[in-house]
């Protein structure tokens, strides 16, 4: 019953480290996501995969990459941290079934701090 | 553009007392809604969805809300609030094809006992 599972739950970088975000779902979902969520700017996509072996920039691309590893698996990697990416990061899937019917189930987000 | 609005960034209730928050959408198509919730330290969870059909839409946990087209809202009720629902709750829209959810920017629910 794990659903979507992340990790690291809470992280501190110092700027200019890098580091991966690993997300992992065991729903044999096609599509996962990577957000941001930010104090009054609710969330934000950063990258999407629509099905394995497909990645897109969503809202937020910049300072990020990420590695849809195999179905169950979509990774987010930042090269180079800096402040502004001072966050708490979720992950989500869903079993895309057409139009509008694309309901995402999240994990329970990752709190990254950078210095 | 597409965009969702929610205007109220905090609302406190009493608990037993009825709750409505307020979504509205800017949207060309036919919108596909979303109202999920956010407890502290949680991930976000479904509450219910709009896709067609009847306007008024049940929930979990005992939540409603109603599509009106004419007035681009959506906005979510609750007839009698717990304390157990103060959380953060998130209206979105799913620009559909694109795989992009649009989200708002929450409204935090405090309960008062």
């Known amino acids: 019953n794990a659903g979507v599972t992340q990790t690291p739950k809470f992280q501190v970088l110092k700027t200019g480290q890098s580091m991966t975000l690993q997300c992992a779902q065991d729903?044999?979902?096609?599509?996962m996501y990577w957000y941001r969520q930010d104090p009054g700017m609710g969330l934000r996509l950063i990258y999407y995969?629509?099905?394995?072996?497909?990645?897109d920039k969503g809202e937020v691309p910049n300072g990020y990459n990420v590695s849809r590893l195999n179905k169950r698996e979509f990774s987010l990697r930042l090269e180079s941290a800096a402040p502004s990416q001072t966050s708490v990061y979720f992950c989500?899937?869903?079993?895309?079934?057409?139009?509008?019917?694309?309901?995402?189930?999240f994990g329970a987000g990752s709190r990254l701090t950078v210095l | 553009a597409q965009s969702v609005t929610q205007p109220d960034i905090h609302i406190t209730v009493s608990e037993g007392a009825s709750l409505e928050l307020r979504c509205n959408y800017s949207y060309g198509a036919t919108p596909y809604l979303f109202w999920y919730v956010q407890s502290p330290g949680q991930g976000l969870q479904l509450l219910l969805k709009y896709f067609s059909g009847d306007t008024l839409v049940q929930g979990i946990k005992g939540f409603e809300a109603e599509f009106k087209r004419s007035q681009s809202s959506f906005n979510l009720r609750k007839p009698s609030v717990h304390w157990s629902d103060a959380a953060e709750y998130f209206c979105?829209?799913?620009?559909?094809?694109?795989?992009?959810?649009?989200f708002g920017t929450g409204t935090r629910l405090k309960v008062l006992a």
């Open positions: 979105a829209v799913d620009t559909s094809g694109t795989y992009k959810y649009i």
């Open positions: 729903m044999n979902h096609n599509s």
């Open positions: 995969s629509a099905s394995e072996g497909t990645t």
């Open positions: 989500a899937s869903s079993e895309y079934r057409g139009a509008g019917a694309n309901v995402l189930t």
